[in-house]
T-cell receptor, first 109, second 113 residues
Framework: EDQVTQSPEALRLQEGESSSLNCSYT??????LFWYRQDPGKGPEFLFT???AGEEKEKERLKATLTKKESFLHITAPKPEDSATYLC??????????FGQGTRLTINP | IAGITQAPTSQILAAGRRMTLRCTQD?????MYWYRQDLGLGLRLIHY???????GKGEVPDGYSVSRANTDDFPLTLASAVPSQTSVYFC????????????FGDGTRLSIL
C-alpha cells in the first residue's frame, strides 16, 4: 500500500529564516511525486512534479528535491506570503494520487 | 480564466437527504477526480474517471456515486447523506491519468446534520 508521511506537521519561521519540509514515501513503482500549496478555504495549487531520484525543481524561493525514499521542499528566505499548507503526493502504477497530511507553514514578519 | 468550477461553495444538509455536488472543467482534460479532505486524514480519493463514459472507485467510495456523461462535467451524488460525510469536497482534473499533475477546484464545504 502506498504511503506518504510529511513532517513536521506545523512549522513557524521568522521572515528570512530558511528551512526544509520533508515528505517520506513508500510506493510500488513511483510514477511521480507532486508538491502542492494550499491556502485556507482554497483548493491545492500545483507547484512541482518530480519523476526520478536526483531530480530538482525550483520556483522563486522554493526548491524541491527527490531521493528514492523522500522528497524535500526547501524554502529560502521565506516571506509572509509563503505561509500556507504544503502537500506532498505520490502516484504509482495505479495512476491515483496518495496525499500526505501536509505541513502547515507560518512565516512571521 | 480556465479552470475547475465547483458548486455549491457550501451547503448544510439534513441527514437522509440526497445531494449532488457539481464540478465543471473547461480545460478539456480527460481525467477527473473527487476527493474529500478531513482534518488529520488529508485528501482521500472517492471516485475517478479516466475519460468520458468511464468511472472507477477510489479509497473511500461507499455512500457516493458519480457519472461522466461528457468531458467537462463530473457530478458527485450522495444518495442518502450521513453525518460522517461532513467534509470539504474537492474536484480535480488532469490531461490524462498518468504522470501529470492534477488541478483542483476550490471545494464544497458540506455539513450533514
Amino acid at each position: 500500500e502506498d504511503q506518504v508521511t510529511q513532517s513536521p506537521e506545523a512549522l513557524r519561521l521568522q521572515e528570512g529564516e530558511s528551512s526544509s519540509l520533508n515528505c517520506s514515501y513508500t510506493v510500488s513503482g513511483l510514477r511521480g511525486l507532486f508538491w502542492y500549496r494550499q491556502d485556507p478555504g482554497k483548493g491545492p495549487e500545483f507547484l512541482f512534479t518530480l519523476y526520478s531520484a536526483g531530480e530538482e525543481k525550483e520556483k522563486e524561493r522554493l526548491k524541491a528535491t527527490l531521493t528514492k525514499k523522500e522528497s524535500f521542499l526547501h524554502i529560502t528566505a521565506p516571506k509572509p506570503e509563503d505561509s500556507a499548507t504544503y502537500l506532498c503526493a505520490v502516484q504509482s502504477g495505479a495512476q491515483k494520487l496518495v496525499f500526505g497530511q501536509g505541513t502547515r507553514l507560518t512565516i512571521n514578519p | 480564466i480556465a479552470g475547475i468550477t465547483q458548486a455549491p461553495t457550501s451547503q448544510i444538509l439534513a441527514a437522509g437527504r440526497r445531494m449532488t455536488l457539481r464540478c465543471t472543467q473547461d480545460m478539456r482534460h480527460n481525467a477527473m477526480y473527487w476527493y474529500r479532505q478531513d482534518l488529520g486524514l488529508g485528501l482521500r480519493l472517492i471516485h475517478y474517471s479516466n475519460t468520458a463514459g468511464t468511472t472507477g472507485k477510489g479509497e473511500v467510495p461507499d455512500g457516493y456515486s458519480v457519472s461522466r456523461a461528457n468531458t467537462d462535467d463530473f457530478p458527485l451524488t450522495l444518495a442518502s447523506a450521513v453525518p460522517s460525510q461532513t467534509s470539504v469536497y474537492f474536484c480535480a482534473s488532469s490531461p490524462t491519468g498518468a504522470n501529470q499533475p492534477q488541478h483542483f477546484g476550490d471545494g464544497t464545504r458540506l455539513s450533514i446534520l
